[in-house]
């Protein structure tokens, strides 16, 4: 007989120490595990990636099984701007002041080739990829991507997330990224 399997994700314990009743684990950790596991995403989508966008929230891929199907409008309740679509330089402006407005910590996927480089879009008009405007944390190829392909992103974010350092934002390194990027 074929085993069930529960409908629900049962997230991972993170390292640590465990004994009967007790388990230990550093501060870093469990930040990490509620962080990755409640991630805040503002969908800035401009053209058709957008649109597959909709089917990775829609019931068939439903994004929400990982913990994230509270979509942001606005960028001081987000913590994952997600940049699907061509972007025109004169909008380069807008998802600069997007980012900053985004409380941190933040992070940043660039779905779909429009996004990550200009795709088939080499022309004087559109940005050739938003890490010319807003540090990029992972960069989603495609165009468009599959669902599939978005969902395997956003995995890579809970990643980063559940293993970053809690003094990673406050690091020099950090800092000179943001200075690199003309963000106080
Ligand atoms: S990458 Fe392709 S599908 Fe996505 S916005 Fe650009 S042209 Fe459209």
């Not at 930040?31 to 503002?42: E, F, T, Y």
Request: aromatic share 10%; proline share 8%; glycine share 8%.
């Amino acid at each position: 007989m074929s085993e069930i399997k529960p409908a629900y994700n049962v997230v991972e314990t993170p390292d640590g120490y465990s004994a009967p009743g007790l388990f230990a684990t550093s501060l870093d950790k469990v930040i990490g595990l509620a962080r990755k596991n409640s991630i805040w995403p503002l969908p800035f989508a401009t053209s058709c990636c957008g649109i597959e966008f909709m089917a990775t929230m829609g019931a068939h891929y439903d994004l929400g099984r990982f913990g994230a199907e509270r979509l942001s409008f606005s960028p001081r309740q987000a913590d994952l701007l997600m940049v699907m679509g061509t972007i025109a330089k004169k909008m380069a402006p807008i998802v600069h002041q997007v980012y900053e407005q985004m409380t941190e910590p933040k992070w940043v996927i660039a779905v779909g080739a429009c996004a990550a480089s200009g795709g088939i879009f080499d022309t004087y008009s559109v940005l050739q990829g938003i890490d010319r405007v807003v540090p990029v944390d992972v960069y989603v190829p495609g165009c468009p991507p599959r669902p599939e392909q978005i969902i395997e992103g956003f995995l890579k974010i809970q990643d980063l997330v559940g293993n970053e350092s809690l003094r990673r934002r406050y690091s020099p390194e950090y800092r000179e990224l943001l200075k690199k990027y003309r963000i106080a």
